[in-house]
């Protein structure tokens, strides 16, 4: 691997472990609260890009824009998510999982049905240009991710540790039984995080629609890699999911460039089984939500 190579790969492993940090953190959270997994997680990343293709791609309005209304749509299908699925089935973890199993199969066949299935939609590049850095091309576009991603972080990070309502979805991920002691309501907490986790997924696919193929599937591969992130990280654990997402980006990435991208999946659910082994409650542990 040469040079211009190398920086190329890693940045665009920078770019990715962003990417999979804003997606796993709201996956992260939103277990935490409610025990159970919402396998309809990438595609809230998918409709985050497809409002952004609407908006943007079709409609003709600013990309900023496109992006700021994609945050709140997702957002309030996160609560949506939350209202008529995971409360009802909150006792029944079959009852859950395969509730949330079939969401993902509607949204995907919903997005089909109005955009075409076999169709990859290409949006314009709002901001042209790139930056040559040691021979290696980087698009502008590519560089805007970043900066998004980490003051999204950031700003999650705050909340959840300085924060009345922050601390409170805090107690409710890690003991919900003496945060219901203590006053905090349950049903609440739930409805903020998977409202959260909707708006972090809607951010990323909205991020990202401008620079991949807009497709009703394009949640496949995403939701795998959160997953996987989540597990390596620690169920629940926020700070474990930024740690996990930065080496599952930088592995995955490299990986792909020296072999392939199958390859590059093995390896990275390799590695979550390997932490696993070595530490089951994975890298941070569910106490450090």
């Not at 930024?242 to 592995?251: E, K, N, P, S, Y």
Request: aromatic share 8%; glycine share 10%.
């Amino acid at each position: 691997m040469d040079l211009a190579t190398f920086v190329q790969t890693f940045a665009n492993a920078v770019i990715s472990s962003s990417i999979y940090a804003l997606v796993a953190v709201g996956l992260a959270l939103s277990f935490g609260v409610m025990k159970m997994a919402n396998f309809a997680h990438g595609e809230f990343f998918m409709a985050g890009a497809y409002v952004v293709y609407v908006l943007y791609g079709i409609a003709g309005y600013p990309f900023v824009l496109a992006v700021l209304c994609a945050v709140p749509i997702v957002a309030l299908m996160g609560l949506a998510a939350e209202r008529l699925i995971f409360r009802p089935t909150r006792d029944n973890l079959l009852a859950g999982f395969m509730a949330t199993a079939g969401l993902s199969f509607i949204l995907q066949v919903l997005a089909g049905r109005i955009w075409g299935v076999g169709l990859m939609k290409r949006i314009p590049t709002p901001i042209m240009g790139a930056v040559d850095f040691a021979g290696a091309h980087i698009g502008s576009q590519r560089l805007v991710i970043l900066p998004v991603a980490i003051l999204t972080l950031v700003a999650l990070w705050l909340f959840l540790n300085r924060t009345r309502q922050g601390k409170a979805l805090r107690a409710a991920a890690q003991k919900p039984e003496a945060a219901a002691l203590q006053g905090i309501d349950l049903n609440r907490m739930s409805a903020l995080a998977m409202t959260i986790a909707g708006a972090s997924a809607g951010l990323a696919g909205a991020l990202m629609a401008p620079v991949t193929p807009v497709t009703p599937y394009m949640g496949h591969s995403v939701i795998l890699m959160a997953f996987v992130v989540v597990v390596l990280g620690g169920m629940a654990s926020i700070q474990g999911a930024m740690i996990a997402a930065v080496i599952l980006g930088f592995v995955i990435t490299f990986c792909t460039t020296l072999f392939d991208g199958v390859i590059a999946t093995m390896v990275g659910v390799g590695l979550m089984a390997l932490v696993l082994v070595v530490r089951p409650q994975g890298l941070m542990g569910r106490e450090t939500v």
